[in-house]
């Protein structure tokens, strides 16, 4: 077998596969042989990158439980069982605690931490089945440190990791591996709403806004997606069934 087709024939799924982070992952696992399905809410950027990776599209909104279970069996249905599943779907808010409102805590929360137990929960048959089960988790530099004016991320994303380290150990004797990427801030639509946010409130151009965000990286310029997906693309190789647990960082330096 050639080196570029390690995962031939096996299935990944992506959630919030359409754009910036999922879609790089997509790119990368297709290169390598597997057939994707591409989770989202938009059919508009999903139809795109499905293009791209001759993907299957499940247009679904992951905070609704029935809503995961209809489009992972739709996703089972066009590519066999889900033996890869990268769980990117997030979204970002800011505000200074004080007036960090409920509303904004709830959304946060049920994107990025109780739909990543729904999705995990939905694939969990078909990834103890397969010889080289894998599960991915797109979590952040704000799952190891605190943000300011953004606590309701920051805490979604330590769960994140909190989820990821218990599942590789309760299944550590199985052939599931369970691992996460901490990007910093990557060069994505999240970022670009960001810097709309920041410049905003601040008052700020558009270009000092996006200095000032790319200046919390330490290397001074935001991470490239690509990087990203090649990251997952590794975790998810038979190859790597040893590594189990990890927390990979990719941010320029930041946490070091
Ligand atoms: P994007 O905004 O491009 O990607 C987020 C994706 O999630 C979109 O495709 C969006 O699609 C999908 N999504 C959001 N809410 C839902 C929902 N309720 N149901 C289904 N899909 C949903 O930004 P990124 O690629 O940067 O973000 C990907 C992940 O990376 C996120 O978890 C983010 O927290 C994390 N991350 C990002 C960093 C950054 O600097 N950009 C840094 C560290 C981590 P749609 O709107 O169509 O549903």
Not at 13 to 27: C, K, N
Not at 43 to 52: H, S, V
Not at 159 to 168: E, N, Q, T, W, Y
Request: one cysteine or more; hydrophobic letters at 45%.
């Amino acid at each position: 077998m050639s080196t570029n087709n390690w995962l031939e024939g096996r299935h990944a799924l992506v959630t919030g596969g359409g754009t910036g982070i999922g879609a790089s992952a997509a790119t990368h696992l297709h290169s390598a042989g597997a057939k994707v399905s591409l989770l989202g809410r938009r059919l508009g950027p999903l139809e795109r990158t499905a293009a791209i990776v001759s993907g299957s599209v499940h247009q679904c909104d992951v905070t609704d439980r029935a809503a995961i279970e209809q489009a992972f069996a739709a996703a089972r249905a066009a590519n066999g069982p889900i033996e890869m599943l990268i769980v990117n779907a997030g979204i970002a808010e800011s505000a200074p605690f004080a007036k960090m409102t409920r509303d904004s805590w709830d959304r946060i929360i049920a994107v990025n931490l109780t739909a990543a137990f729904e999705s995990v929960q939905a694939a969990l048959p078909d990834l103890l089945a397969s010889e080289n089960g894998r599960l991915v988790f797109v979590a952040s530099v704000a799952s190891l440190r605190g943000v300011p004016y953004a606590a309701h991320y920051a805490a979604s994303k330590h769960g994140l990791l909190g989820l990821m380290r218990s599942l590789a150990a309760e299944y550590a004797k199985t052939k599931l591996t369970v691992n996460a990427v901490c990007p910093g801030y990557v060069d994505t639509p999240m970022t670009d709403q960001s810097v709309a946010r920041v410049s905003q409130i601040t008052g700020r151009s558009e270009e000092q806004a996006r200095g000032a965000i790319t200046n919390m990286n330490a290397s001074g310029r935001l991470v490239d997606p690509d990087g990203i997906g090649t990251m997952i693309l590794t975790l998810c190789l038979p190859k790597s069934r040893d590594i189990n647990g990890a927390a990979v960082t990719i941010d320029g330096g930041t946490s070091a």
